[in-house]
């Protein structure tokens, strides 16, 4: 297939009013859509449930973004099934055809590109060039995993004896189970989805019960690709209600899943189980949480590590599993960097992201009202742990689930310092040299990613050697992997280090087969 080479989406510029001009006709456009249903599909065919999930505007809980299907186990049962047949067919096609169907799903994004930020702006509560990057990632994840299975499709080159030839090549594996979570509701669900698709797998797709809208949105793009009836399985639902059966179930051959620790471990545990008819030991890849740091030391540009704290701390509200939420500096740099950290803190505007000038928008709200409620919940503990040097107590959440950005200089055993918050809180900690920084930052049983801000040639090297994080980002800031640039996954219980938007990764949804003959 002649394709141009794989290149990054690039990010809308907002000082151009031309696209200040569409987002507005995009948010108003999709603003008189609001409230609409949006049902299961289940081989193709609408599927309405007995109860429903409503979507609501973070930023404006009365606000009604939408109502979808709210999914039960019987409705499992009949996604399962459908996946289940339509396996038959989906696994005997070409890897170019099924590649084609993402090529065509990237192209209708690129058109779409607007009203799935507006869609971002409303149900994700994304300020615009959030929502623009997290949209562009899902364009990139499609383009990507097409010429990856591309490369992939003929298997690899191994070594073979005298007289034999030996052929080392992937295989679609079965019924893939999607569960994703709502803080990148374009781009994890549409990356997860297409690598299980385009490997020739058929999927249950379960968006988050706070994103199902843009789940559906999204699901509608693949059907609009061309997608055969049964592929793809859109099973809006409470993770409570139908997660355990979808992950317990003999049908299910594995399971992609982004949330929570506590989520997947309990995904991981249940997969493990033996049940009755099994036929496989079930396959699980799980991308959870980070609780990350960034060290600075005493050589390092201090301005620039601010700016760079700030952007990976407060970035859609701290919501994102690669944000900085510990900042870790070196004891002779302290002050001036929380200085300068407190001043680019200070400067963020934090609104109403649907609004028209949402551009400028720096934070908006977080995800929920139990979101809010636990983020709230470790404001109070670090203020009995620790100083409270930025932010002020969350206002009521009738009016938007707003939490203004925070920061708390503590000991590194708070618990605040030591919990994924998922909000836009940053501990700070003082350590005592380079050395009990790196400690420091390992010192949690995640690993997810990780920066040090330095000129000290030793300092980065021994960070590049020993930093325990799957992603570790030198001299920058810590989020915004890029697929195909920065493959991201996470050490210890930050997940399997499945490496999303990197080269491992699609061989992690096939079964790899050696075949042998000797002439
Ligand atoms: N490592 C990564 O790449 C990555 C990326 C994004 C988010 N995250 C992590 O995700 C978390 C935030 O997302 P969240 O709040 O949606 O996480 P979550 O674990 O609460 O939910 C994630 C998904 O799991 C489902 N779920 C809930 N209970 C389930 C069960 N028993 N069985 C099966 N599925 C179940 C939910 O419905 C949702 O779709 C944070 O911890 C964040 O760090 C990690
Ligand atoms: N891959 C994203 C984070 C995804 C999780 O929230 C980043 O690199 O910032």
Redesign the pocket.
């Known amino acids: 297939m002649g394709l141009i080479p794989y290149k990054n989406e690039e990010y809308l510029d907002w000082s151009d009013e031309a696209n200040v001009a569409k987002m507005r006709a995009a948010l108003k456009d999709v603003g008189g859509r609001l409230g609409k249903s949006h049902p299961a599909i289940i081989g193709g065919k609408p599927i309405e449930t007995d109860g429903e999930i409503v979507s609501v505007n973070p930023a404006d809980p009365s606000q009604i973004v939408g109502r979808t299907a709210a999914a039960t186990e019987r409705e499992a049962d009949m996604a399962l099934d459908v996946a289940t047949g339509a396996f038959e067919h989906w696994s005997r096609t070409t890897p170019e055809s099924r590649a084609r169907i993402l090529l065509r799903a990237a192209a209708i994004m690129k058109r779409r590109r607007f009203e799935l930020l507006a869609w971002e702006v409303f149900e994700g509560g994304k300020p615009w060039n959030e929502a623009d990057a997290q949209v562009a990632e899902g364009i990139d994840f499609l383009e990507y995993y097409a010429r990856e299975m591309l490369r992939l499709k003929d298997g690899v080159e191994i070594y073979a004896i005298p007289g034999e030839e030996s052929r080392y090549s992937y295989q679609p594996m079965g019924v893939g189970v999607i569960?994703?979570?709502?803080?990148?509701p374009t781009a994890?669900l549409t990356g997860m989805s297409s690598a299980a698709i385009v490997t020739g797998n058929t999927i249950v797709m379960?968006?988050?019960?706070f994103t199902s809208v843009i789940g559906a949105v999204v699901a509608e793009i693949f059907e609009e690709a061309g997608l055969p009836e049964g592929v793809l399985n859109f099973l809006p639902g409470?993770?409570?209600d139908i997660?355990?059966y979808?992950?317990g179930d003999a049908r299910t051959r594995f399971i992609s899943?982004?949330?929570?620790?506590?989520?997947?471990l309990?995904?991981n545990e249940l997969a493990a189980r033996q049940i009755e008819n099994q036929r496989w030991v079930k396959r699980v890849i799980a991308?959870?949480?980070?609780k990350d740091a960034m060290v600075i030391d005493d050589s390092a540009d201090l301005d620039s590590a601010a700016a760079d704290i700030v952007k990976s701390a407060y970035g859609y509200s701290g919501q994102k599993?690669s944000a900085a939420s510990r900042a870790i500096l070196h004891a002779d740099v302290y002050d001036e960097v929380l200085g300068k950290v407190l001043e680019n803190a200070r400067a963020l505007k934090i609104g109403l992201p649907a609004e028209e000038d949402g551009a400028t928008v720096n934070v908006g709200p977080v995800i929920s009202e139990p979101q809010f409620e636990k983020v709230s919940g470790y404001v109070d503990a670090g203020k009995q742990e620790g100083d409270r040097v930025l932010g002020e107590d969350p206002g009521d959440p009738k009016n938007g689930y707003f939490v203004s950005p925070t920061i708390f200089a503590v000991e590194p055993d708070a618990k605040v310092a030591r919990e994924?918050i998922?909000g836009p809180v940053l501990s700070v900690i003082k350590a005592r040299d380079f050395d009990d920084a790196l400690r420091l930052a390992n010192d949690s049983p995640y690993g997810?990613t990780g920066g040090v801000y330095s000129k000290n040639r030793d300092h980065l090297e021994r960070a590049r050697r020993e930093f325990k994080a799957g992603n570790v980002y030198f001299n920058r800031g810590i989020t915004g992997a890029l697929v195909g640039v920065q493959p991201?996954?996470?050490f210890g219980m930050?997940?399997t280090d499945s490496k999303?938007g990197g080269p491992d990764y699609l061989p992690l949804h096939m079964l790899a087969r050696t075949v042998v003959e000797r002439f």
């Open positions: 569960i994703a979570p709502w803080n990148f994890i379960k968006p988050s019960e409470y993770g409570s997660g355990d979808l992950v899943f982004t949330g929570s620790m506590k989520t997947g309990r995904i991308e959870m949480g980070g599993c994924e998922f997810l991201f996954g996470g930050s997940g999303a």
